[in-house]
């Protein structure tokens, strides 16, 4: 058995700085990729002082601890200046990139909560911001990641992490800036089948990330939840899989895949949270010039 699988390729992995980013950099940088960590929060300039240290630094030490390599760069994904010259360096200093995951947000930066009792009382710079920090962000860095790095070399994945759609409806700005991404990808991928680039949304469950266990008591937790090395691990199955383009365009539920690649979270378990609270997307149409 192959034990890095991605050996010599370059990920990129927007939003890594903590949740799903640092497991995405963990496990990708384990299956032998070369990990570029970016996204806002340093430490010099965190955008959490608690917990402590979720920053880009501190997750290029977890890469390393697990003896992966790679490196990190601060970049805010809603400017296109910023990673457009971020592509063009990783471009020139390495030549390539193969993956891309985008798991950017900050959606929740302002607010954390439902802003009222009724649907009309949320704050108006909430769906904005989560938005800007979801759909947005992913935008800006598919294009450009496209444009100067996959096109150029005929290849590549996207990867962007989301949510499945309910029913009923959850958070009003939430779920409908989680549509807008899942969308995008839907969209981005019927364009892109000419090119062989699948472009795949990926919906974890409830994750128990840092700022989820600061902020939830361990009794909500405990056996509703999975741990974000399980979603990263579902996505390097999906870097793995020589037919992964039968998911392009589609939101793949990580339940569902860890099943089907024989993937396990951290403590042997294959958590199920989402079971039956969705409808499975449908395939991509064959694309018209």
């Not at 960590?37 to 890469?63: F, I, K």
């Not at 020589?242 to 539920?253: C, L, T």
Request: proline share 8%; with cysteine.
């Amino acid at each position: 058995m192959d034990t890095e699988p991605l050996a010599g390729q370059v990920v990129l992995i927007a939003g890594a700085s903590r949740g799903l980013g640092r497991a995405c950099a963990i496990e990708f940088a384990a299956a032998g990729a070369y990990v570029v960590c970016t996204g806002r929060s340093t430490r010099d300039a965190p955008t959490h002082a608690q917990p402590a240290d979720l920053t880009l630094e501190r997750t290029l030490e977890e890469v390393a601890a697990h003896g992966g390599k790679g490196e990190w760069h601060r970049c805010d994904h809603t400017d296109p200046t910023q990673v457009e010259a971020l592509v063009r360096d990783l471009v020139e200093r390495h030549g390539h990139i193969d993956i891309l995951v985008n798991n950017a947000w900050g959606g929740h930066d302002h607010h954390d909560d439902p802003g009222g009792e009724e649907v009309w009382d949320e704050p108006m710079d909430q769906f904005r911001a989560m938005l800007l920090g979801g759909a947005y962000s992913d935008f800006v860095t598919s294009m450009l990641t496209l444009k100067l790095a996959m096109a150029p070399e005929g290849k590549g994945l996207i990867l962007t992490s989301t949510w499945h759609m309910p029913e009923p409806p959850a958070w009003l700005p939430y779920e409908s800036s989680k549509a807008a991404k899942n969308r995008l990808v839907y969209a981005l991928a019927y364009h892109l089948q000419p090119h062989g680039i699948p472009a795949i949304a990926v919906a974890p469950g409830w994750m128990r990330t840092e700022l989820m266990e600061a902020k939830v008591p361990a009794e909500d937790l405990a056996g509703n939840t999975e741990s974000p090395r399980y979603a990263a691990r579902v996505m390097v199955a999906l870097a793995t899989d020589p037919d992964v383009q039968r998911f392009s365009g589609q939101v793949v539920d990580v339940g569902e895949l860890a099943v089907a690649y024989g993937v396990t979270d951290l403590d042997g378990t294959q958590p199920q949270p989402n079971a039956g609270r969705f409808e499975p997307s449908r395939p991509l149409p064959p694309y018209e010039s």
